[in-house]
């Protein structure tokens, strides 16, 4: 996978690839090995194509390895973020004010606090990486950290992208074209989860979907993220080095349904704060996303979701309250009829 020229963090060194590809954690969430999926012989890379559509259509949710993401900046984000929440609250005023659609806005609880009233116990930093790049003024190295941050996983979920739809028996870039993703949407969100020492688990974030295409996050050691598999939630542990990857609701919509966005939350409990950082792709903020035609003739049911621009999608989205993934029933066809409702972030 390519790396930004202008780098300082050295690339992780691959490991020996074969092991883990295709394979699982011991709590079953798929691991998918990077290395062998763009860069395998002409027998593994198949294989590895067809395990990611597994892992979407089956998970919604799986860890990456051998991804080039390097290990030193992922810890100076980490770090960089630290400084940023450690700030009097006097310096990060302006963006405190910020509202929902502002392009970075630091917080406690929900997005969209101001249409939902769910309780969640977390403190936040948000700012949109692409098409333009937006950061804090301070701390002064929060902004080449997080940008070289942003263009290593923004290249990574595109390529991820390219599999998903070779996975969907598409042209490697058909997925890209459908959302311009050469024009994508791209978000970061620095998680702070403050330690909980009551018996009971608070929610950090409650039950969602991501209103984007992809997401990847990493923590900082401390395990608090759950999936919803099966109609059970499990708590996800990462692999040494593994990154987490996270389906979101304009997949489910542009593979007609055939990949669900998966529906998950984080839990604040222990002794210990939970930190969390996520990277998101979604399609042009113009693009009309809709199920690509070739999967629309080929279901049973034809097109299960109508377009809609995803710039609209996101507003309805913000305007509703968080409930796991009502806000995709906006273009849901239903027997001829469309329901409303909505949903937000990790």
């Known amino acids: 996978m390519a790396s930004p020229s202008h780098g300082h963090f050295p690339n992780r060194p691959n490991r020996d690839r074969g092991e883990c590809a295709g394979a699982s954690s011991l709590d079953g969430i798929p691991v998918i090995d990077l290395d062998i999926l763009l860069n395998?012989?002409?027998?593994?890379?198949?294989?590895?194509?067809?395990?990611?559509?597994r892992a979407c259509e089956d998970w919604g949710f799986f860890m990456v390895i051998n991804h080039g993401v390097p290990e030193a900046l992922e810890e100076a984000v980490m770090e960089a973020c630290k400084e940023l929440y450690s700030l009097p609250r006097e310096e990060k005023a302006e963006y405190i004010a910020a509202g929902p659609k502002d392009p970075i806005r630091i917080g406690t609880g929900l997005f969209y606090s101001d249409v939902d009233d769910a309780v969640c116990?977390?403190?936040?930093?948000?700012?949109?990486?692409?098409?333009?790049?937006?950061?804090?003024?301070?701390?002064?190295?929060?902004?080449?950290?997080?940008?070289?941050?942003?263009?290593?996983?923004?290249?990574?979920?595109?390529?991820l992208a390219q599999a998903i739809s070779k996975s969907l028996e598409l042209d490697g870039g058909r997925i890209s074209e459908a959302l311009n993703l050469e024009s994508c949407f791209?978000?970061?969100?620095?998680?702070?989860?403050?330690?909980?020492?009551?018996?009971?688990?608070?929610?950090?974030?409650?039950?969602?979907?991501?209103?984007?295409?992809?997401?990847?996050?990493?923590?900082?050691?401390?395990?608090?993220?759950?999936?919803?598999?099966?109609?059970?939630w499990l708590l996800a542990k990462p692999l040494p080095g593994s990154l987490f990857i996270i389906t979101g609701d304009q997949l489910e919509i542009v593979s007609n349904g055939r990949y669900k966005a998966v529906v998950h939350r984080a839990l604040v409990r222990g002794e210990q704060t939970r930190m969390s950082f996520v990277s998101m792709i979604g399609p042009c903020l113009d693009a009309i996303v809709e199920p690509v035609p070739e999967l629309a003739r080929s279901a049973?049911?034809?097109?299960?979701?109508?377009?809609?621009?995803?710039?609209d999608y996101m507003e309805h989205q913000q305007s509703s309250r968080i409930n796991k993934k009502a806000a995709l029933d906006i273009v849901r066809v239903q027997h001829n009829r469309l329901t409303c409702e909505g949903t937000p972030n990790n």
């Open 40 to 53: 395998g012989d002409a027998q593994e890379r198949p294989r590895a194509i067809r395990d990611l559509g």
């Open 121 to 159: 116990r977390r403190d936040y930093v948000k700012m949109i990486a692409h098409p333009e790049f937006h950061c804090p003024a301070k701390p002064a190295n929060l902004r080449e950290i997080t940008m070289e941050y942003s263009i290593h996983t923004r290249e990574l979920l595109l390529e």
């Open 186 to 232: 791209q978000i970061l969100v620095g998680n702070n989860y403050p330690p909980y020492a009551g018996s009971d688990r608070v929610m950090g974030i409650s039950a969602h979907s991501d209103h984007g295409l992809l997401t990847l996050l990493f923590q900082n050691g401390v395990d608090g993220l759950e999936v919803n598999h099966n109609g059970q």
């Open 300 to 311: 049973p049911q034809g097109m299960e979701f109508r377009g809609i621009k995803y710039r």
